[in-house]
């Protein structure tokens, strides 16, 4: 039966694809590529490996074991969320991306260049500072974290979120150093340290978060839809090296540095392919199946999406601040022990609603991200715009995982901040007069760049209208 609905499940992501990929505005920035390849990845791919390997880690980690009815739902509901996502997200945005001339770009980057040398001059000692105290606290087995016995979630005691998250502005200063060096070879040295300070961390998602990022401003910039079949085959390749390279949470990093940790508890573990619980959204799923209404009685109703209001306030300030969500009707932690889970978009919907919630959560996110595709992509398209697209839109991958509002506003800071104060710096430096100017000599171009019995007709219907010729 399960193996009939794995089946099942593969030809509706198949077919899903192919009408997706038929459609006029597939291409990979596109929010429904993102969700595609996520749903495909987790969804389809791994719950086919983990049936042919038989995978037990996390079952044996939460202590718990799905009934086929609990995996049956799970299956259900995540084809449910992809429909969802997608039908929404083509939709809203039914377009390709508006494509630019180069010289905007060329203009961008000389109008764009100081402001960001400055946030550069100004963040990035910020940023590093922070991302070396991270890679003291990973060494320390996170010496200033406390897991909360009742929400088993791990919480700050010592230090500031607001510090320790600050290494994450080191992501979108890479990306626009990238950006502004016009992707030359020399430019990925940018990239190059950026990945060993944040590897040095143990974390891998602002990584990805940044390698998304440039791949989609250059697409944008050079006006393609989709990547050739040996730069995606080079990237299939470097995710593979990459998690290998990584399983040890950064300690190889750390080690050469002279900070030698322990690696993550899970690496101690002989695992299978993508048995690891990096990729383990389905079983988390199936743990949340396995708990809620089953053994809550209840479901949360979107309460979890209150921790945006608490979340800003450091913890150091307000002692009694609540562990994840104000409002909360149970704890997942009565019935196992979830440790390291993260929801997923059709995971937090279950939780808040069963089925109808699933198809709001992918309704809502799909929503977000086409709405931004729309507005930044579409008619009134510039650079910037591009840009801000491109900072969002890499967000993407992190937030299907976790599947909270909570995780998109707590990048937001750190991942869109440093490229809104860089467009204050430029309008700052950039002169009104000279935007003047450049406005009023554009008819004048358009004018000069026609041929000569164009110029007539222009001239002629100006006449039969009382507007003035362009005057050169």
């Not at 979108?172 to 940018?190: C, E, K």
């Not at 978060?209 to 470097?238: K, N, P």
């Not at 969500?325 to 932690?333: D, E, G, N, T, Y």
């Not at 509002?405 to 710096?425: E, K, N, S, W």
Request: charged share 15%; net charge positive.
């Amino acid at each position: 039966m399960y193996d009939l609905l794995l089946l099942a499940s593969f030809l509706t992501f198949l077919v899903t694809s192919v009408v997706y990929l038929r459609h006029p505005s597939a291409c990979i920035m596109h929010p429904a590529t993102f969700y595609l390849t996520f749903h495909g990845l987790v969804f389809v791919f791994r719950p086919i490996v983990a049936r042919i390997y038989d995978f037990s880690f996390v079952y044996r980690v939460y202590d718990f074991q799905p009934s086929m009815s609990d995996k049956i739902t799970v299956i259900l509901a995540t084809n449910l969320a992809m429909i969802v996502f997608v039908a929404t997200s083509l939709y809203v945005a039914p377009r390709l991306p508006v494509a630019l001339e180069q010289d905007r770009f060329e203009s961008a980057r000389a109008a764009m260049k100081r402001p960001i040398l400055m946030v550069f001059a100004i963040l990035a000692p910020l940023a590093i500072w922070s991302q070396l105290g991270n890679w003291q606290r990973q060494a320390d087995n996170y010496g200033s974290m406390v897991r909360d016995l009742s929400t088993g979630a791990a919480i700050n005691t010592d230090a500031v979120g607001w510090f320790t998250d600050a290494a994450l502005i080191l992501a979108p200063i890479t990306v626009l150093l990238v950006w502004l060096a016009r992707y030359r070879w020399w430019s990925w040295a940018f990239f190059a340290v950026f990945v060993i300070l944040q590897g040095g961390g143990g974390t891998r998602g602002p990584i990805i978060y940044t390698a998304i990022a440039i791949g989609i401003l250059a697409l944008l910039e050079y006006r393609r839809r989709w990547v050739d079949w040996r730069a995606a085959a080079l990237a299939l390749l470097a995710i593979l090296a990459f998690n290998q390279i990584v399983l040890d949470r950064g300690a190889s990093l750390r080690g050469l540095a002279g900070q030698a940790g322990e690696a993550d508890y899970a690496n101690n573990i002989e695992l299978r392919p993508f048995e690891g619980m990096d990729f383990a959204n389905l079983e988390y799923f199936e743990y949340i199946v396995y708990a809620v209404p089953q053994r809550t009685g209840t479901y949360d109703y979107f309460a979890s999406n209150l921790q945006i209001f608490t979340e800003p306030v450091p913890r150091v300030i307000w002692k009694d601040k609540p562990v994840g969500s104000p409002v909360q009707f149970f704890s997942l932690w009565d019935y196992g022990t979830p440790i390291g889970m993260t929801g997923s978009l059709p995971g937090q919907g279950w939780m808040a609603l069963g089925y109808p919630g699933v198809a709001i959560q992918a309704l809502v996110f799909a929503l977000l991200y086409s709405t931004a595709f729309l507005l930044l992509l579409g008619p009134r398209a510039t650079p910037a715009r591009q840009i801000l697209y491109a900072l969002i839109a890499a967000t993407a991958i992190h937030v299907f995982r976790d599947g909270t509002l909570v995780t998109l506003a707590r990048q937001m800071p750190f991942y869109i901040g440093p490229f809104v104060l860089v467009l204050a710096l430029k309008r700052v430096f950039t002169s009104p007069a000279l935007d003047r100017t450049a406005d009023s000599q554009a008819p004048v171009a358009e004018f000069l760049a026609q041929s000569p019995g164009e110029r007539r007709r222009m001239l002629a219907a100006q006449s039969r209208h009382g507007k003035q010729t362009p005057k050169p």
